[in-house]
């Protein structure tokens, strides 16, 4: 009779702790299900942000080449501006040497100019009266203007200060 009473208690025993496997395996499929929920919505939005991201790549793959091709045309309008901008300053430069050339030429070639009465253009004009400082100090000369001036070509004489200017302005072009 012992043995019936303590068989029957094993087996309540192992009644009792099936039941709290049970318990225990159903929260935790119940997390399962629960997770697996939150997962299919996490899939879910995955697949939307894909997406968005493919239509992002492909409106910056359009937009590059729009503005690869834009910025080619560019690049090719300054190449033909500076093409021509090169033209320009050789036709100038040849231009300037061939006035350069005819002035020299014009210079050596032109008559002393005559004014009435015989006299050189210097000698002809009338001399200004001068007036003499008294008692203040003598001043030096003041320094001539430092700077790089072109040197006169066959040691001759250039002509005005435009003339100088001019062929000074030439010249760093060259």
Not at 67 to 71: V, Y
Not at 113 to 123: E, R, S
């Given at each position: 009779?012992?043995y019936g009473i303590?068989l029957?208690?094993i087996v309540?025993g192992l ?15 119940t997390?399962?299900r629960?997770?697996?929920v939150?997962?299919?919505r996490?899939?879910q939005?995955f697949d939307?942000?894909?997406q968005?991201?493919q239509g992002?790549?492909s409106?910056l793959?359009?937009?590059s080449?729009k ?5 080619q045309a560019r690049?090719?309008a300054a190449?033909e ?7 320009a ?7 300037a040497?061939?006035?350069t ?10 008559p002393a ?11 002809a004009m ?13 001043s ?7 700077g ?8 001759a004489d250039?002509?005005?200060q435009a003339?100088r200017?001019l062929?000074q302005?030439?010249?760093r072009f060259?």
């Open positions: 009779m012992w303590i029957d208690l309540a009644l009792v702790a099936t039941i709290w496997y049970c318990v225990l395996l159903n929260r935790r499929l997390t399962l629960d997770a697996q939150e997962m299919q996490l899939i939005e939307r942000a894909t968005t991201a992002s790549i409106d793959r359009r937009a080449e503005a690869g091709s834009e910025l690049i090719d190449k501006i500076g093409d021509e901008l090169a033209y300053v050789e036709a100038g430069n040849r231009l040497e061939r006035l050339e005819r002035v020299t030429d014009a210079r050596r070639t032109a100019p005559v004014v009435p009465g015989g006299l050189p253009p210097a000698a009338p001399a200004a009266p001068v007036s003499r400082p008294t008692a203040q100090p003598v030096p000369p003041a320094e001539a203007p430092r790089p001036a072109a040197p006169p070509r066959g040691g250039r002509g005005s003339e200017d062929m302005a030439l010249q060259k």
